[in-house]
């Protein structure tokens, strides 16, 4: 039975209509995010990243930001990546006042850095647009507190 929130492994390759070895490729290649039980017996895959695979939805920066945060505790990633999840909590909260040039020229490197098929690519990649519409309208004074 699958539930709600947290799947197997089997059961994640079942959702995906995927086999179970290309699901653990996908996991090594950082496609699917795949999260340690703590007992260390184990793991789960989260039913709302599987969701984001398959429909690939436009992120809000209220959305982003929970995702990025995580990502950036539990699996550190790259520098590049984290200086992107602190531009989404800033920009989340009203508080970036970044110009266009260095959001862009900092969302380069990051795509540069974390491939579009893996995990953080697509977060990344989610992150730019919901940024640079961040930016563009705070220029034009179209945001609270600007």
Same mark, same amino acid.
């Given at each position: 039975m699958i539930n709600q929130g947290w799947l197997t492994l089997g059961e994640g390759a079942d959702y995906l209509r995927i086999s179970r &070895?290309?699901?653990d490729r996908w996991i090594?290649?950082?496609?699917?995010?795949? #999260?340690?039980? &703590?007992?260390?017996r184990g793991r789960r895959l989260k039913r709302e990243d599987l969701d984001d695979l398959l429909v *690939?939805?436009?992120?809000?920066?209220?959305?982003? *930001? &929970?995702?990025?945060?995580?990502?950036?505790? #539990?699996?550190?990633?790259?520098a590049?990546? *984290?200086e992107i999840a602190v531009m989404v909590r800033d920009a989340s909260t009203g508080l970036g006042a970044w &110009?266009? *040039?260095?959001?862009?020229?900092?969302?380069?490197?990051a795509e540069a850095s974390n491939p579009p098929t893996t995990f953080r690519g697509r977060l990344i990649r989610q992150a730019r647009l919901a940024l640079l519409e #961040?930016?563009?309208q705070r220029e034009a004074g179209r945001l609270p507190n600007s």
């Open positions: &070895p290309t699901l090594a290649e950082e496609r699917v995010r795949a #999260y340690e039980l &703590p007992s260390g *690939q939805r436009r992120l809000s920066l209220s959305e982003l *930001q &929970p995702k990025m945060a995580e990502f950036v505790v #539990y699996n550190a990633g790259n590049e990546f *984290q &110009p266009l *040039q260095i959001v862009d020229r900092s969302l380069s490197r #961040y930016v563009r």
